[in-house]
């Protein structure tokens, strides 16, 4: 497969390269709306069509995991664009987000919402995600990955991202969620 280039599934949908999100997770959180999330889970193939991201722009970004340094949690943060990173939130929700910008930038797109689960911690549920995933590739042998539908999200909307107070009124004001409307 050549970078950048999309392969095709029998679904008819191609998945999404690593080369899609080897950009600024601003862009990749605008252009992953109204992509398809799929899960394998056995035999069965899940998909969703992603309806709200928030983006995570890296160590610069106060509200970014990435800005309390390269830790055990947020190291795979700095991996290759199109890693998993998952991680548990409050001790209950397991957050899927996935690496965004070339090795080592630690920025990420948080997956809020997709099909009719609305919310990172029901979506998490609805995935069946597992701490096993954190780190893997975003590809079909893994079990989860996204593909392209040849929907193009016209009527997106930007908001401030959900619970980041914590990173003062310069980040968390900031218009880093995308919310697909119908």
């Known amino acids: 497969m050549q970078p950048g280039r999309s392969t095709a599934r029998p679904s008819g949908l191609l998945v999404l390269p690593s080369a899609f999100f080897e950009r600024s997770a601003d862009e990749v959180a605008r252009d992953l709306l109204g992509k398809v999330l799929v899960r394998r889970i056995g035999g069965a193939r899940h998909s969703f069509a992603v309806t709200e991201t928030e ?24 991996g290759p664009p199109g890693t998993l990173y998952i991680y548990l939130a409050y001790g209950l929700h397991l957050m899927l987000n996935v690496v965004t910008g070339p090795e080592g930038c630690a920025a990420a797109v948080l997956i809020r919402g997709a099909g009719s689960a609305s919310g990172p911690g029901r979506l998490g549920r609805a995935l069946a995600l597992a701490p096993v995933l954190n ?21 997106i909307t930007a908001a401030p991202r959900i619970g980041v107070g ?6 968390s004001r900031r218009k880093l969620r995308f919310i697909l409307r119908s």
Request: some cysteine; glycine content about 12%; proline content about 6%.
């Open 55 to 78: 983006a995570y722009l890296g160590p610069h970004d106060l509200a970014c995991h990435s800005a309390r340094g390269r830790t055990r949690r947020t190291e795979v943060m700095f």
């Open 135 to 155: 780190g893997k590739a975003a590809t079909p042998e893994t079990g989860l990955w996204f593909e392209e539908r040849g929907f193009l999200a016209r009527r």
């Open 166 to 171: 914590y990173a003062g009124p310069k980040w």
